[in-house]
């Protein structure tokens, strides 16, 4: 499986600032992804970052809010906008590998204060 | 559209009681399953997962998981828990003809206690 870096690990943020997370995968990959993880709550998709396109946004998810990049195969970037204490989270970066099987990333953990 | 039911949400143990997380699934056609395992303060780590073939799998650190059809079921099993399996268990299922993207349960704490 790939090796999956994610900047930075945690954080802590003034609520109405912008937190840009970057995510850098040591092969070329088709299919990534970011996740949030609300805390004692499941994974929930946010988008499909697709490479040289627009992410692809699950239900409840907005570009405004949630701006990914994917300039190449190897590194994407979400960015959480106007941030408020709800967007409190982990989140991680992942990628797809054979069948359905998909490998995270360490995690951004983000308190916003 | 398919969808995971963990049924424990948070299981305590003592070290050597034996283990058996349940999941069920609801979705019609052919599927992947999988389990995840997140340590405190780690990232979520990849189990176990099965594909096709033997539905009993085993995976890392002695754990395993039998798929049985009939029942929509991937239950996770270990004979003898120790304490440094204290950790986030994520049952997903993926379904092979539809979208790449695997759904996940909400997870169960397991605490295992020495």
């Known amino acids: 499986s790939a090796v999956i870096s994610q900047k930075p690990s945690r954080d802590i943020c003034q609520r109405g600032t912008s937190l840009t997370i970057q995510c850098q995968v040591d092969?070329?990959?088709?299919?990534m992804f970011w996740y949030r993880q609300q805390p004692g709550q499941s994974l929930t998709l946010i988008a499909t970052?697709?490479?040289?396109?627009?992410?692809?946004?699950e239900s409840g998810f907005v570009i405004d809010k949630f701006p990914i990049s994917r300039p190449n195969l190897t590194f994407s970037t979400l960015t959480v906008s106007n941030m408020s204490p709800e967007d409190s989270s982990i989140y991680l970066c992942?990628?797809?590998?054979?069948?359905?099987?998909?490998?995270f990333g360490e995690g951004s953990w983000l308190t916003v204060v | 559209a398919q969808s995971v039911s963990q049924h424990n949400h948070h299981v305590i143990l003592s070290e050597a009681a034996s283990l058996e997380l349940g999941c069920n699934y609801s979705?019609?056609?052919?599927?992947?399953l999988f389990w995840y395992v997140q340590y405190p303060g780690q990232h979520l780590q990849l189990l176990l997962k099965?594909?096709?073939?033997?539905?009993l799998v085993k995976g890392i650190k002695g754990f395993e998981a039998e798929f049985i059809k009939s029942k929509f079921s991937f239950n996770l099993r270990k004979p003898s828990v120790q304490w440094s399996d204290t950790a986030e268990y994520f049952c997903?299922?993926?379904?092979?003809?539809?979208?790449?993207?695997?759904?996940f349960g909400r997870g169960t704490s397991l605490i295992v206690h020495p």
């Open positions: 092969s070329q990959v088709t299919m």
């Open positions: 099965y594909f096709s073939g033997d539905p």
């Open positions: 992942s990628v797809g590998g054979v069948g359905n099987t998909i490998y």
């Open positions: 970052a697709n490479q040289g396109s627009e992410a692809t946004y």
């Open positions: 997903a299922v993926g379904s092979s003809g539809g979208s790449y993207i695997p759904t």
């Open positions: 979705y019609g056609g052919t599927v992947n």
